[in-house]
């Protein structure tokens, strides 16, 4: 695990709104604190910088691990993932009563 020191972690806290900024749970109604992710991981060359991080949930982020895209289930094609860093999240999903969709 790359070390994040604290400055950065609380402005990647404090730029997303203290939301996890994949899906926008804030980080009160979580089981674990929100941590700095890695949108393109050190795997991958991706840097320590704020540019680089985004504020994700524990799970979420154990799950995306150093991935940098999925298949699609519906049209079984490689899909890059979300990137908050550069894309909008209304532009990519919507909110639907309680579920996240896209």
Known sequence: MTYIPIALRRLVSQRAGYRYEYC????????????PDHVLPVKH?????ADNLALACFWCNRLKGSDLAALDPQTGQVTPLFNPRLQQWMEHFRLNDARLSR
């Open 24 to 35: 926008l749970l804030p980080e009160e109604f979580a089981s674990f604190p929100h941590e």
């Open 45 to 49: 060359s991706g840097a320590t910088t």
